[in-house]
């Protein structure tokens, strides 16, 4: 008996699209390995979100070269400075509370006086330290809070730029390090632990700030470019457990130790995970971790020209013409994106272990290249 024309014609409509479903994903494999080979990228993860769900993710290369160890899906890297949204989440948490305010002056959250000596008059909000309008500077360094306290530095006041707190950007690492150090005095709760008990754990992620809380085998090399070699080199650093300091740790004061700037720990599905909370404006996994009102001020630009929120940017440089909202990564060689639109319910996240370097548009060549092609080949088909 002769199939029914209308049964043939849906199978052939099943095969090519099959066929379509297994070319894109190949397309985009091909094109990361010839990015890789580029840039010489040891390892790099990549994880995609579509319709609001994780559709993709994958890993590729070594997590330790060396050793020619593979990397895979579930290993973890320090992924740099996309952990200050982990730290602006926390503080979202507290001001649900009623525990402290955005608009409290950063002077009586820290216990000790923040104030730009050029505007003394002027108030440094958490709000300000958030967004990176506090007039704050790197210049003395960002790994203990004994840079901007005026008991500790004699030279304290080289922390703070000319502008008024308020209306200028610079982004600032102690900005997010003095965070973790309010997040502890409100909470009550060491910053590692805060950040484990409130947002990983309800999520079912694994990571954490604490190095010795975590496998320390599945740990990714990171590689830092070495002009002088001109090659990688492995960095170690990125993981040293600091256990001395820990061991005199002083809530409140030597948060930076673990580093709420940029010291959080996670695989890039794992991620891309936390990264579907906050484009469901707070709540994923069936759980709600902030409120929407709240999710909404995190993601909303408090600077033109920067577009940078409370730890979220918003920026149409990254895909061109397409608005995303995330942050970027740069620490130890390794390069790191979380990328999403609310809108059309697609994300990305990217992490490379390290690379030759180079920047298009402010963004590392290799995430930014890379990126793209996810976007080609398993967003932008179905458009």
Known sequence: MRKPIHIVFSFISLFVFAEVL?????????????VMKQYDVPGLSVAVVKNGKLAYTHAFGFKDREKQIPLSETDIFRIASISKSFSATSIMQLVQQKKLSLNDDVSNLIGFKVRNPN?????????????HRSSLNDKEGYFTLDAINPDKNPNWQNCYNKYEPGTGYQYCNLNFNMTGAIIEKFSGERFDRYVQNHILKPLGLYGGY??????????????????SLKKLTPQPSAYAPRRHEIANYVMGYTTPIFSPTGGMKISAPDLARYMIMHMNLGKAAHQRIIKKKNAIIMQTPLTEKEGYGLALLKTTKLIDSIEMTGHTGSAYGLSSAMFFN????????????GSKPGYTDGYNNVIKKIVNILYDNLIKMDW
């Open 22 to 34: 297994f070319a894109q994903p190949q397309n985009a494999v091909a094109g990361i390995d010839a």
């Open 342 to 353: 609310r809108e059309k319910k697609f994300g990305l996240v990217v992490i490379s272990s």
């Open 119 to 131: 505007f003394p008059n002027t108030i440094i909000t958490l709000r300000m330290i958030l967004s």
């Open 210 to 227: 604490w190095v010795d809380g975590l496998d320390s085998n599945r740990f990714v090399t990171l590689y830092d470019y070495n002009d």
